[in-house]
């Protein structure tokens, strides 16, 4: 029998949950509309028009939460804060009592000895900011206020704090197909809205970093190794044009203050209009480590029809594609002779995955 992989010293078991998927209370406490209630609550939008107006109810039974992660021997619990439960409509006033109920979470996660891990917009937009034109909006990025004020209020506490999660995922599904909330339906126009996200996280960790609590501080992208289906070279240039869309639009920024040249190839489907002078100097600051959320690789070939990435995806059968996740990541790190310490979510089907995930072992 083939032996399990060691795992070695300072690997750390976590769990993640995000605040739609689990708080309900979506009235409690002066919290504001998201798009996600406004989505949810469209008919036709999702399966038998459920919402997240209860779900878990973690916000009533956030303390038997705990003690079920406590019961699960996990050692760090990511959660994310919900920006309408601090800023009702994305600006202004702070609702203080939404950042209580953050306050206590944090603290029962630290009386059972869990480390609390903070992401701070986990694809919950204030509608009052969506309605003004959400992400594709320059103005968005005041984003970087919210996250000062929640980081001032737990700081003391959190010693990790994530920006965004997974910008592709939102932009692509939010703002590219419509599938997810906001909803709209923009093709590669969307990624407009991911500049927008980027140039917020970069705001948003010069502003945690002003205040002078301790902390590390990054990013979390979700990466699928891509491949070329066949060594054609339609196929080899269709694989580098995807992964420069799907991987390298949020790594190369964060990591190397550029954006990908394959991009180049996609004109005028792909407008960099909106990157002004400065941006990516900002979007680039120096992060403490890159969160990478693996899922499942990528097979590519040329597309036969009017793709405007001129990519289609070919499945890939079982699983010996699912090594090296990390790659698109660790090469602009590489190539900006960056440390940055990959933190990992992984939706590996074992142990052995992890051990070739080729990552410094620690996941939340």
Known sequence: MEAWPRLPAGFQFGVATAAYQIEGGVDADGRGRSVWDTFSHTPGRTRDGDTGDVVCDSHHRYSQDVALIAGLGAQAYRFSVAWPRVQPDGRGAVNRPGLDYY???????????????????????????????????????????????????????????????????????????????????????????????????????????????????GITNACTPVRAASAEPADVAAAARYDAVANGFYNDPVLLGRYPAELAELAPAVDLSAVRAGDLAVIAAPLDFLGINYYFPTRVRAATGGDPMGADRVPIEGVADRVRLAGRARRPARAAGRAVRPVRRCGAPDLHDLERCGLSPRTG
């Open 103 to 217: 306050s206590r979470l944090v603290d029962a996660l630290l009386e059972v000895g869990i480390e609390p891990v903070v992401t701070l917009f986990h694809w919950d937009l204030p509608q009052a900011l969506e309605d003004a034109g959400g992400w594709l909006n320059r103005d968005t990025a005041r984003f970087a206020d919210y996250a000062g004020t929640a980081h001032a209020a737990l700081g003391d506490r959190v010693p990790t704090w994530i920006t965004l999660n997974e910008p592709f995922v939102h932009t692509t599904f939010g703002y590219g197909w419509g599938t997810h909330a906001p909803g709209r339906r923009l093709g590669l126009g969307a990624l407009v809205a991911a500049h927008h996200q980027l140039l917020g996280h970069g705001l948003a960790v010069q502003a945690l970093r002003a205040d002078g609590l301790c902390g590390r501080i």
